[in-house]
């Protein structure tokens, strides 16, 4: 099964990617995770992009798509994969289509999670991660159970530097521009999946999986 995830910063692309992968047994590339990662490791590309990153701008598709191109060649992505922040600009959906036709492969679904700006103003700027262990918590619907520690580790959490509000909204819009595209680019082929993120989560992930499971004959 081979899906991509659109939706706004906040929209739970990553929550719903975890479902995915633990139902389908596929792996989950998140573009935004390798750059943390990376950026964290002090790798040289970690120090191309931190900057980028902590701005909340977009880094240059050439980077990306490089890094989204090995990351398929590794073996685990053989059964398929689920991408969460990838593609998000019409050039990168282009690339991606260009990287899996030379593999003889295709996606199979796009899931585009539908969200308001208020409504992701509000879940991002109450986002906390534990700076310790990468957990995420959100003060209005995932509290850690003592004011604003982590219940593993016991140290405070933070908030990301790109979940401040003026940047929060500055995804978003730089979302509606660059990526909202992307929604008529898979329509048009067909692949695309709508879905009303903004009720349970449970819901959401349980509709999808059966939708996904009428497309894979
Ligand atoms: P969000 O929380 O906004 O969905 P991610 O965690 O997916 O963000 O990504 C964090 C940052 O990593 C982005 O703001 C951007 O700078 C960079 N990034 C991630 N994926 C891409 C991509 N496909 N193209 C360009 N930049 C990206
Ligand atoms: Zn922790």
Redo the contacts with the bound molecule.
């Keep these: 099964m081979r899906i991509v995830l659109l939706g706004?910063?906040?929209a739970g692309?990553?929550t719903l990617a975890k479902d995915l992968v633990s139902y389908f047994k596929i792996p989950h590339i998140?573009?935004?995770?390798?750059?943390?990662e990376a950026v964290a490791a002090g790798t040289e590309l970690g120090r191309k992009?931190q900057s980028?990153?902590e701005s909340?701008?977009?880094?240059?598709?050439e980077i990306?798509n490089q890094m989204?191109e090995d990351r398929l060649k590794k073996p685990d992505c053989q059964n398929g994969f689920v991408f969460?922040?990838?593609?998000?600009?019409v050039p990168?959906a282009i690339t991606l289509d260009e990287i899996l036709n030379k593999m003889c492969k295709k996606l199979d679904a796009v899931i585009h999670l539908e969200i308001s700006e208020q409504a992701v103003v509000r879940r991002?700027t109450n986002r906390r991660v534990c700076p310790k262990c990468g957990r995420i918590y959100n003060l209005i619907s995932m509290r850690p159970k003592n004011d604003e520690l982590c219940d593993d580790c016991g140290v405070e959490l933070i908030i990301r530097d790109?979940d401040k509000e003026d940047v929060v909204r500055k995804?978003y819009h730089l979302?509606t521009e660059m990526t909202e595209p992307l929604i008529d680019y898979y329509q048009k082929k067909n692949l695309l999946v709508r879905v009303n993120s903004e009720i349970d989560h449970q819901i959401v992930a349980s509709q999808i999986i059966e939708r996904l499971k009428k497309v894979r004959t």
Excluded: E, N
């Design positions: 706004a910063p906040g692309k990553g998140s573009t935004g995770d390798m750059f943390r992009v980028i990153l909340g701008s977009l880094v240059p598709d990306v989204v969460d922040g990838y593609p998000r600009t990168q991002l790109d995804r979302y």
